[in-house]
């Protein structure tokens, strides 16, 4: 257990300087995709009855061509892929996959449900270089929304937080089961108990949009966002998640298309898994022009869109513009009980040096210094 607490320690460290460098190039360059999903099959072995991003009979997206898509991602620049489905698990070389996303110094992360989870299974995605992975878990028992219970998986979870040398989110939509809202809070507390991440979505409709939350599910959540509070990661703040919790729409930019990409199994770029069908062109041909263009057409669906890593991408790249009247947008100098929210100190630093602005010549001496330890062009 000592090696793998040693290896684990190792590898936070090591991401932790890869996400602050994909931070910093972003920041730096605004057409490049910072995030890009990828199916990997259609099919699941589950139903849950709120998601509409599977099937029962699909073959996985055969190993070479996602190797290829793989390949074009990276010739585009991207830097996190994220392996989604359907279920993950189900591909016969999903830890090729996650290894040839490692290849290209490419951030990995893996969407599941965790019900195809051994021991071995993690081992080998470990040694794949697997960075992150998120489980859905919904409720504790299973029901008839639902499958994806604390009750069925667990065991897994304890197999991961005790083998997993990557890091492990577990992952609750809010909306979706409500006859046992609750359900969210005890397996987020079961997953800071193992020490694992806990985290909430809100339940969306077939266009992304936002199904308000009643006032005790509302509860819920803030309660969920309480148990990481203290934690802060520059690849995950999103200041508009507030206003859609209480059922308020946001006023962004969205740059799915561009900076965001969804590539389903046929190999068709889309804005993201809720707008399918746009633009729907072969990410074989998609060019830096495309990307520039998707990227600054106006999306109608933005104010109550619940795809909360785009937002966080559009964070970025609203700091990256204005750096000074976005980090006082994104951090008010004062929280709403009056206590003081100074800006977090990786932010004003990458913000500091490699968002475009005005500097004498020790700023630019910082920013090359900073740039070479990134290793960012």
């Not at 000074?324 to 004003?348: C, H, M, N, S, Y």
Request: aromatic share 6%; glycine share 6%.
């Amino acid at each position: 257990m000592l090696s793998v607490r040693l290896r684990r320690a190792a590898k936070r460290w090591h991401r932790t300087y890869r996400e602050t460098r994909l931070v910093a190039r972003a920041l730096r360059s605004p057409n490049h995709p910072i995030l890009a999903h990828v199916v990997v099959t259609r099919r699941c072995n589950l139903a849950c009855t709120y998601c509409n991003e599977f099937d029962d009979f699909s073959k996985p997206v055969p190993t070479d061509e996602m190797m290829r898509r793989i390949d074009k991602l990276a010739a585009l620049g991207t830097t996190v892929i994220t392996l989604t489905g359907g279920e993950t698990l189900l591909h016969p070389d999903i830890e090729k996959i996650v290894a040839h996303i490692r290849h290209h110094s490419i951030v990995a992360f893996q969407v599941t449900n965790g019900y195809l989870l051994t021991i071995d299974k993690i081992k080998t995605l470990n040694r794949a270089g697997l960075d992150h992975m998120q489980i859905s878990v919904d409720n504790v028992k299973p029901d008839a929304v639902s499958k994806k219970s604390l009750k069925v998986l667990d065991q897994k979870l304890q197999w991961l937080a005790k083998y997993a040398e990557f890091r492990v989110s577990i992952h609750s939509v809010l909306g979706a089961c409500t006859k046992n809202d609750e359900d969210a809070l005890t397996v987020a507390r079961r997953a800071t108990e193992l020490g694992l991440i806990s985290t909430a979505g809100i339940v969306h409709d077939s266009a992304g949009q936002l199904k308000p939350l009643n006032a005790e599910q509302r509860k819920i959540i803030e309660q969920i966002e309480g148990l990481s509070r203290g934690r802060f990661s520059p690849v995950s703040h999103n200041p508009w998640r507030k206003n859609l919790i209480n059922g308020l729409p946001n006023e962004w930019d969205c740059g799915a298309g561009g900076r965001h990409l969804y590539i389903c199994e046929n190999g068709l770029v889309h804005w993201c898994m809720a707008q399918r069908g746009h633009p729907a062109i072969p990410l074989a041909q998609y060019t830096r022009e495309d990307l520039i263009r998707e990227a600054a057409i106006k999306k109608d669906c933005a104010p109550y869109c619940t795809v909360f890593c785009i937002q966080r991408l559009a964070v970025i790249d609203e700091v990256r513009a204005n750096p000074k009247q976005a980090l006082e947008r994104f951090f008010p100098p004062q929280e709403a009980e009056g206590k003081p929210a100074p800006i977090p100190f990786p932010i004003r630093a990458l913000s500091s040096l490699l968002a475009p602005k005005e500097g004498g010549s020790r700023k630019r001496v910082l920013e090359k210094a900073a740039l070479r330890i990134l290793k960012v062009d």
